[in-house]
């Protein structure tokens, strides 16, 4: 399976979720690392603008957001499941409240003083100037929770969280590891990161036997690509993954339209549609270096928009 091309870098908790899922099914992956901040020229060459982190690639396919980014790993490696069927409608909804109420509490509370100190150890002072500013602008009506809130916050997230193993079972909704799982464990294995602040995890024994289970999937067979290869052969692949555009939907196949996500890092994606369904948003677009590129984004926690601005593709 390794057609799979993950964009991502070491200290990305959402790229954790993935190589973890890659850990996981036992999967053989391409890594190109990427900029932790802006500018990304290589990025927005095959998404077209959309700047988060990771973004998966397979051939001229790119897939944003780690939610769409699973379902499409699920459905190239089914084994073991990441949705099984024993885990329900609930896994879905608690992996979404762990990628963001829960995600939103981790990063700020590790950002305090002691867990920067810890993560950017020896950092220029430069760098971190430049990291702050990139942050504060791809998030700016994101009231973020200041340290004594987010503190507050995480000892009720892992208090809930702890009780689900009170019957023994070994992962949040079952015998078996499910989308949620993954979702949760992206933001332990951050705090994790900085020893000095992980304190806040010492009162749920059961919490943190389980996050050990979970990082011992590993994260597969990952082999270094660069990102000039990745554009390369993205450029030579000239099949796309079959999409549709869904009757009824209030777009038609052809209509040029921006995609952007509602939360943070707003920035819109011009293309052409191509498909359209309740689960996802494909567009058509052209790079100068990575050639015809599909663009796939979820429906969940996007907007999709006619486009007042004409792609140049046809219609
Ligand atoms: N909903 C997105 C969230 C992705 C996200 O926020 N990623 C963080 C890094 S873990 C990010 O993009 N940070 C800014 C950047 O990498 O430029 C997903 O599931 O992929």
């Not at 982190?53 to 499409?72: H, K, N, S």
């Not at 896994?91 to 100190?117: C, E, K, N, R």
């Not at 429906?299 to 792609?311: A, H, P």
Request: glycine content about 6%.
């Amino acid at each position: 399976m390794s057609d799979l091309i993950l964009h991502h870098y070491d200290g990305s908790p959402f790229s954790e979720k993935v190589r973890l899922i890659f850990g996981y099914k036992s999967l053989a992956w391409k890594s190109v690392k990427v900029p932790v901040m802006l500018p990304k020229p290589d990025v927005v060459a095959l998404t077209g603008g959309y700047r988060r982190t990771p973004f998966l690639q397979v051939g001229a396919d790119i897939y944003c957001d780690t939610a769409l980014m699973c379902r499409v790993i699920d459905a190239m490696a089914p084994q073991p499941p990441l949705y099984p069927v024993a885990a329900s409608g609930m896994q879905h909804v608690l992996a979404q409240w762990a990628d963001s109420t829960l995600f939103w509490a981790a990063i700020p509370y590790t950002m305090q003083p002691a867990g920067v100190a810890h993560i950017f150890a020896g950092a220029p002072p430069e760098f971190l100037k430049a990291f702050g500013a990139d942050r504060a602008a791809m998030t700016p009506n994101l009231r973020r929770a200041t340290v004594p809130d987010a503190t507050a916050q995480l000892a009720s997230y892992f208090a809930w969280l702890e009780a689900e193993f009170s019957d023994r079972r070994p992962f949040l909704l079952g015998a078996h590891p499910c989308i949620a799982d993954f979702s949760v464990a992206q933001s332990l294995w951050y705090i994790r990161r900085a020893p000095p602040v992980a304190t806040v995890l010492a009162p749920f024994p059961k919490l943190i036997a389980w996050y050990e289970r979970m990082a011992a999937f590993g994260h597969g067979s990952p082999e270094k690509m660069t990102s000039g290869e990745a554009l390369d052969l993205a450029a030579q692949t000239h099949k796309h993954a079959e999409t549709h555009v869904e009757p009824g939907a209030g777009f038609e196949a052809g209509d040029a339209v921006t995609v952007s996500p509602t939360d943070y890092a707003t920035d819109l994606v011009s293309g052409t549609l191509v498909g359209l369904t309740q689960h996802e948003v494909v567009i058509a677009r052209s790079d100068e270096r990575a050639g015809q590129l599909h663009v796939h984004f979820p429906r969940i926690g996007y907007q999709v928009k006619k486009s007042k601005i004409e792609t140049g593709e046809t219609k």
